[in-house]
């Protein structure tokens, strides 16, 4: 089930981003009391009672400003927008109600989402709330108080807006067939993958950046078995910026990675691996999906007998956090290896859906112990006592040990390895959950 999207709007420094970290537990936003702080959006999974969703923080919708980086952030929140399913927006009951928080209302009233109505800075109930019932005006229903700073009112507001959440689409809950999220920057040569694979120009190709405006579901045929391909719109380059900042729609790459099985980050050969393609790696790894790095144009740069190996260093060294992703040379221009993506796909899904039984997996864990000593802390020795596989998409194993303090991370790691060593997993992030038993309950 896809999780649904929350996003934060506002004027500038009404304390979204104060929020936005407030409720994902971490600071993730920079918090700053400059109006603009927040150039794009930051996203972070968010989980209130038995409901999960993905929340992105914006920055600041400036109505009528001419000023290029505050023009910048309102497209980039009207994007947000667009592809949430409830919109939380935020105004500062210090400041009161402005001229710019009616037509930020109003904006927001043309998109027909489900609106929240939060007053933010309410470090009083009793005193400030008054001031509160102002922002009845805006006819957008009941006002929310909370501060968030003081972690005041939190429950309320996210039960209303748990409420406004899509209902499950059962017939899309049972569709089965892979679902293909094709990412990257723009001008990377997404749609043109697409339509390769397709045989027809269903989407549209064009050396502008970013002419693919929202993400495109495309049914393709292959061996008899049907894929999904959500081709997505392409990191945004914004020229002429001061800063020259390099920032990219995060609401669509999200959207695009929760509804996929398999995430394929389309990278420029020419260009090489940037941190922007390991942002979008990085988005793919954290939500548990397959990964296949599809490295493009490979026909139009000069090559030797070592270029693709020192390619494939580089790229590797970029996502040290993800060893186990799928590296393809290919040109979607030409169609080189590009029928070597369905190969690595079914590859992926596979690996996805491997289950290994609990027998076989202690008997790796064992050698690995034989191997190697597992950790010890003040005479105190890290003791293995079982693993078992608890799920699939992605593999989760469940280790259960004599003290969780001692079991660190360079061993799970190590752990990993054996595992992979004996059954591969290419393609798929694996995921480790550690628990304490007592000895005496061996």
Same mark, same amino acid.
């Given at each position: 089930?896809?999780?649904?999207? =929350? ?29 603009? =702080? ?23 919708? /400036? ?21 949430? &399913? ?5 105004? &500062? ?48 229903? @009941? ?9 005041? *009112? ?12 899509? @209902? =499950? ?47 495109? &579901? ?25 800063? &020259?900042? @390099? ?38 790894? /954290? ?58 796909? @079914? ?32 005479? #105190? #020795? ?33 752990? /990993? ?6 059954? *591969?997993?290419? *393609? ?15």
């Amino acid at each position: 089930m896809d999780k649904p999207i =929350v996003a934060i709007v506002g004027r500038p420094n009404v304390g979204k981003s104060t929020l936005f970290n407030c409720l994902a537990g971490e600071m993730i936003s920079i918090v700053k009391d400059t109006p603009g =702080v927040t150039r794009d959006r930051i996203y972070a999974d968010v989980s209130w009672l038995n409901h999960q969703f993905s929340l992105i923080d914006t920055g600041g919708i /400036e109505p009528d400003t001419g000023d290029e980086m505050l023009s910048y952030m309102r497209q980039q929140a009207e994007i947000a927008i667009s592809h949430a &399913d409830v919109i939380l927006f935020l105004v &500062d009951v210090r400041q009161g109600l402005v001229d710019d928080d009616y037509k930020v209302a109003d904006m927001l009233r043309r998109s027909h989402k489900p609106i929240v109505l939060v007053v933010n800075k309410v470090d009083d109930f009793n005193k400030l709330m008054a001031d509160v019932y102002e922002f009845y005006n805006l006819g957008l229903g @009941e006002p929310w108080p909370v501060s968030s700073t003081s972690k005041l *009112g939190l429950g309320d507001m996210l039960d209303e807006l748990v409420s406004h959440f899509p @209902e =499950v689409n059962e017939e899309e809950a049972e569709d089965e067939r892979p679902r293909i999220a094709i990412v990257g920057k723009p001008n990377v040569g997404k749609s043109s993958l697409v339509n390769k694979l397709l045989g027809e120009n269903r989407v549209i190709v064009s050396d502008i950046a970013g002419t693919t405006r929202d993400a495109i &579901d495309t049914t393709v045929e292959r061996d008899g078995k049907e894929y999904v391909f959500i081709d997505t719109a392409g990191l945004r380059r914004k020229a002429k910026v001061k800063e &020259d900042i @390099e920032r990219f729609s995060t609401v669509r790459t999200v959207a695009a990675v929760e509804r996929a099985d398999v995430v394929v980050c389309m990278i420029d050969a020419a260009e090489g691996i940037t941190e922007q393609d390991a942002k979008i790696c990085g988005i793919a790894h /954290e939500n548990g999906k397959g990964l296949i790095i599809a490295v493009n144009k490979w026909d139009a740069i000069e090559k030797d007998d070592k270029t693709i190996y020192r390619f494939r260093e580089k790229v590797q060294q970029f996502l040290s956090f993800a060893p186990y992703a799928e590296i393809l040379f290919i040109s979607a221009k030409t169609g080189q290896r590009v029928s070597k993506l369905f190969e690595a796909i @079914e590859n992926v899904i596979e690996a996805q859906n491997l289950r290994i039984s609990t027998g076989v997996l202690n008997e790796i864990m064992a050698e690995a112990v034989a191997l190697q000593q597992p950790p010890s802390d003040k005479g #105190r #020795r890290l003791k293995l006592f079982y693993i078992t596989q608890a799920s699939v998409k992605p593999p989760t194993f469940v280790i259960f040990v004599n003290d969780k303090k001692l079991m660190h991370f360079s061993y799970t790691r190590y752990l /990993e390895n054996r595992i992979r060593d004996s059954f *591969g997993f290419v *393609g798929t992030p694996l995921r480790f959950i550690i628990r304490e038993r007592k000895e005496k309950e061996q």
